[in-house]
């Protein structure tokens, strides 16, 4: 309080200082989750997949593999055969109808399957999509190095 008298009592009082009286102090803002404890929450509410079991649905009509890393990752490591590239920050533009960037191939029922370079990004991708209504969805633990450890036939290989 004595602050705020000293303030007001100092001479010339301009905008700044009138400005300074309705400022709160600065706060440190922290996070309340981790994108770890994210990652966790994701896997908690969708259907999550090994390497091995992914595998297993490659080449089922009724199973999409959704490829989600960014395409200087495809770049360096190729991807599977027969799958969909969409970037993870397209996926929720990609897979709505009614976006203008729809990819016909996130819709029509079919099991959407994600995966990325590890498995976080498609935890979380899957369930943002699970979220949207999408409720036939997965992901694959460990990603594109877990597909391939289990035999996921490579692009063009």
């Known amino acids: 309080m004595s602050a705020l008298i000293d303030l007001i009592a100092r001479k010339p009082f301009n905008a700044r200082d009138r400005a300074s009286l309705y400022l709160k102090p600065k706060e440190v803002i922290m996070a309340t989750k981790s994108a770890k404890d994210l990652v966790a929450e994701a896997n908690r509410n969708v259907e999550v997949l090994s390497g091995a079991e992914a595998a297993k649905l490659m080449g089922d009509p009724n199973v999409v593999f959704v490829d989600i890393r960014e395409s200087e990752e495809l770049e360096k490591t190729g991807t599977l055969e027969g799958v969909v590239h969409v970037p993870r920050g397209f996926l929720e533009f990609q897979a709505d109808p009614n976006s203008p960037t729809h990819k016909p191939e996130l819709g029509g029922g079919k099991k959407l399957v994600l995966y990325c370079g590890s498995g976080s ?34 692009a063009g290989g």
């Open 121 to 154: 990004r498609s935890a979380l991708g899957a369930k943002t999509l699970k979220d949207m209504g999408i409720t036939n969805v997965a992901h694959v633990d460990g990603g594109f190095p877990a597909l391939q450890q289990a035999g996921g036939p490579l």
